[in-house]
């Protein structure tokens, strides 16, 4: 019963709470769609399809870091694909999606449940995993060049 709690945690457990109207007031429309309504926007449509310097990839919605540049690599789906997540409970966390007759698991912000994308079984080394998320949910934040 932990595991299925765990999975399933009602909005209400996330520590940064916004009413919709909070959330509209801040977030663009397309990234409102997409955090808070599930959406998932156009593939190829994110410039952060294309982004390769060195920093950390945040949640669009409250700014929590989610993935460092070392673990993003070119799927080819259109959308920003990385292999790992930060590790820790306070990043990203996953529920089941059985929406659309499928059964995926979908991918949100630990901070503020904003959704972020999916994850599925057929990434590359080291994790096999291919966390497919919507570029417009995501803040890039390039590491400060030395010297
Ligand atoms: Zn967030």
């Known amino acids: 019963m932990s595991l299925f709690r765990k999975e399933t945690a009602p909005a209400a457990e996330y520590p940064v709470q916004k009413t919709a109207a909070e959330w509209r007031a801040t977030l663009s429309p397309e990234a409102y769609r997409v955090l808070r309504e599930h959406g998932t926007e156009r593939p190829g449509t994110s410039p952060l399809n294309a982004e390769k310097r060195r920093g950390t990839f945040a949640c669009a919605?409250?700014?929590?870091?989610?993935?460092?540049?070392?673990?993003?690599?070119?799927?080819?789906?259109?959308?920003?694909?990385?292999?790992?997540?930060?590790?820790?409970?306070?990043?990203?966390?996953?529920?089941?999606?059985?929406?659309?007759?499928?059964?995926?698991?979908e991918v949100h912000c630990a901070k503020c449940g904003g959704h972020l994308g999916h994850v599925f079984p057929d990434g590359p080394p080291p994790t096999g995993l291919r966390y497919c998320m919507n570029g417009v949910s995501l803040r890039f934040e390039p590491v400060a060049d030395e010297g």
């Open 61 to 105: 919605g409250c700014g929590n870091p989610l993935f460092e540049s070392g673990t993003k690599f070119e799927s080819g789906t259109g959308w920003p694909s990385f292999f790992a997540p930060i590790e820790g409970e306070d990043h990203v966390g996953t529920t089941t999606d059985r929406s659309f007759f499928m059964t995926r698991t």
